[in-house]
């Protein structure tokens, strides 16, 4: 297989990494046609009235994967640069995400191209509306179910419940990530943060890495890494860094993790707070620490700073933050590597939880939510170091290699090919 280019869009990156696992799993030519494209793809206009008056028309898209193993199932981004090529990276990376975590969904994903900074909540909720009026005919319940992702919340999802429950009558398992209130899942917004702790503390286990004293870099303060920053102290490691789209703060001895959420709650950011160094997005990636966790945006890591990378272990919270060429780079580095798909797919796991529970009409406690989180988080880790170990590769092609196995033996099932 040719090595990577050093600059690929996100769709050809993914690609690429399905492309190892198609080759060592030896898949056919027929599977692999199937599996490598999105099954469907909507690109649709998004009309909205500004407060000012004025009509502002964004750009919205929904692609759907593969749903060989069940109902679509990925989150909306509202971002200045979401575009097709992105969301079809993202549903690619959600057709292996929930055949890894064994979850019964295909990959999906959608987008809005819009800065969510620069509208007003009357303007996002007129947008959300109407983006949910037009990809609708592809949702449903047992057919495609949006969740958050990055620029959009519960809020988010409480509106396209209701912009969905208009057209089609009262259907709480239209998207997942909702609020409690109407039917959210209790553990829902911690689950992509408490799932990559687990999934670290679980390969430590197996791997005899001590987690006691080791510091952290976060990247992204948002609902994943705001998480990770918030849980990782009890796995023994010290925070030492974070960041959002301003910039980051460091201070080697140790950040105050609940002050600086209660700063980032006030100040809307984590600049400014008092006692730490400022210090830029660049910076972190290249920190002395021992974990690094970039949970922001994708492909921060590319091949041009890889090499600066002083960590011994990457914990990926955010989808694709790492492209092949880096990839590359860090494995002849020797850095562990705990890739998107295992380690932030708590996020996905309790949408299931939050559909089931909506399906059924009953509300779990926390803490049984919690509890089977774990037990998916540590079963999914334990096969993608099993596999990595019997295959001799990378944690990355591990689980690459059971999720496109487990998505081919589906289709296969199926009678697709
Ligand atoms: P969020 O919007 O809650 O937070 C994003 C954070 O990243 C914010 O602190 C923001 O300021 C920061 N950020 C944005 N652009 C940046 C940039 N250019 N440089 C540095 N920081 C930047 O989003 P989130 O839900 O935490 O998602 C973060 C990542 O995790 C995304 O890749 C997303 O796809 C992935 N993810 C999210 C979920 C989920 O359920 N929310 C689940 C799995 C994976």
């Not at 809307?268 to 974990?291: K, M, S, Y």
């Not at 700073?305 to 960590?311: F, I, R, S, W």
């Given at each position: 297989?040719?090595?990577?280019?050093?600059?690929?869009?996100p769709?050809?990156?993914?690609?690429?990494?399905?492309?190892?696992?198609?080759?060592?799993?030896?898949?056919?030519?027929?599977?692999?046609?199937?599996?490598?494209h999105?099954?469907?793809?909507?690109?649709?206009?998004?009309?909205?009235?500004?407060?000012?008056?004025?009509?502002?028309?964004?750009?919205?898209?929904?692609?759907?994967?593969?749903?060989?193993?069940?109902?679509?199932?990925?989150?909306?981004?509202?971002?200045?640069?979401?575009?097709?090529?992105?969301?079809?990276?993202?549903?690619?990376?959600m057709?292996?995400?929930?055949?890894?975590?064994?979850?019964?969904?295909?990959?999906?994903?959608?987008?809005?191209?819009?800065?969510?900074n620069?509208?007003?909540?009357?303007?996002?909720?007129?947008?959300?509306?109407?983006?949910?009026?037009?990809?609708?005919?592809?949702?449903?319940?047992?057919?495609?179910?949006?969740?958050?992702?990055?620029?959009?919340?519960?809020?988010?999802?409480?509106?396209?419940?209701?912009?969905?429950?208009?057209?089609?009558?009262?259907t709480?398992?239209?998207?997942?990530?909702?609020?409690?209130?109407?039917?959210?899942?209790?553990?829902?917004?911690?689950?992509?943060?408490?799932?990559?702790?687990?999934?670290?503390?679980?390969?430590?286990?197996?791997?005899?890495?001590?987690?006691?004293?080791?510091?952290?870099?976060?990247?992204?303060?948002?609902?994943?890494?705001?998480?990770?920053?918030?849980?990782?102290?009890?796995?023994?490691?010290?925070?030492?860094?974070?960041?959002?789209?301003?910039?980051?703060?460091?201070?080697?001895?140790?950040?105050?993790?609940?002050?600086?959420?209660?700063h980032?709650?006030?100040?809307?950011?984590?600049?400014?707070?008092?006692g730490?160094?400022?210090?830029?997005?660049?910076?972190?990636?290249?920190?002395?620490c021992?974990?690094?966790?970039?949970?922001?945006?994708?492909?921060?890591?590319?091949?041009?700073?890889?090499?600066?990378?002083?960590?011994?272990?990457?914990?990926e919270?955010?989808?694709?933050?790492?492209?092949?060429?880096?990839?590359i780079?860090?494995?002849?580095?020797?850095?562990?590597?705990?890739?998107?798909?295992?380690?932030?797919?708590?996020?996905?796991?309790?949408?299931?939880?939050?559909?089931?529970?909506?399906?059924?009409?009953?509300?779990?406690?926390?803490?049984?939510?919690?509890?089977?989180?774990?037990?998916?988080?540590?079963?999914?880790?334990?096969?993608v170091?099993?596999?990595?170990?019997?295959?001799?590769?990378?944690?990355?092609?591990?689980?690459?290699?059971?999720?496109?196995?487990?998505?081919?033996?589906?289709?296969?099932?199926?009678?697709?090919?």
């Amino acid at each position: 297989m040719p090595s990577p280019r050093p600059t690929m869009t996100p769709y050809e990156g993914v690609t690429w990494y399905f492309d190892r696992a198609a080759d060592q799993l030896h898949l056919s030519d027929d599977l692999r046609e199937l599996m490598r494209h999105p099954w469907r793809e909507l690109k649709v206009e998004v009309p909205v009235r500004l407060d000012n008056g004025s009509l502002k028309v964004f750009i919205g898209y929904r692609v759907q994967h593969n749903g060989a193993r069940g109902p679509y199932k990925g989150g909306i981004r509202y971002h200045p640069s979401a575009n097709q090529d992105e969301v079809m990276a993202l549903a690619s990376l959600m057709t292996w995400k929930t055949a890894v975590a064994d979850v019964p969904y295909g990959g999906a994903k959608g987008g809005v191209q819009c800065d969510p900074n620069e509208l007003t909540q009357d303007e996002l909720n007129r947008l959300t509306r109407r983006y949910t009026q037009n990809i609708a005919h592809l949702l449903g319940p047992q057919r495609d179910i949006p969740a958050p992702d990055l620029g959009t919340d519960s809020r988010t999802m409480a509106w396209m419940m209701d912009a969905y429950g208009q057209l089609n009558g009262h259907t709480p398992a239209i998207v997942t990530g909702k609020p409690i209130e109407l039917g959210g899942s209790y553990g829902r917004e911690a689950a992509p943060g408490r799932g990559a702790v687990i999934a670290l503390e679980t390969w430590a286990k197996l791997s005899g890495y001590d987690l006691k004293g080791k510091t952290i870099a976060v990247q992204g303060f948002g609902q994943v890494g705001s998480w990770i920053a918030r849980l990782a102290p009890e796995l023994g490691c010290t925070v030492v860094a974070v960041s959002d789209i301003r910039g980051g703060v460091h201070d080697p001895k140790g950040l105050n993790v609940p002050s600086l959420l209660r700063h980032a709650a006030s100040q809307r950011t984590v600049i400014g707070f008092a006692g730490a160094r400022e210090i830029t997005n660049q910076e972190l990636l290249a920190l002395p620490c021992d974990i690094l966790v970039p949970a922001a945006i994708d492909q921060v890591i590319t091949s041009r700073n890889a090499d600066a990378v002083k960590a011994s272990i990457i914990l990926e919270g955010a989808n694709h933050p790492t492209t092949p060429s880096a990839d590359i780079v860090l494995g002849r580095k020797g850095v562990t590597l705990l890739p998107d798909i295992l380690v932030n797919a708590g996020g996905v796991v309790v949408s299931y939880f939050e559909w089931a529970q909506n399906v059924q009409e009953f509300r779990w406690p926390e803490e049984r939510v919690n509890r089977e989180l774990r037990a998916v988080m540590e079963r999914s880790t334990q096969s993608v170091v099993n596999r990595a170990q019997e295959a001799g590769v990378s944690l990355r092609e591990a689980a690459f290699q059971i999720g496109v196995e487990r998505v081919a033996r589906a289709i296969e099932l199926r009678g697709f090919v």
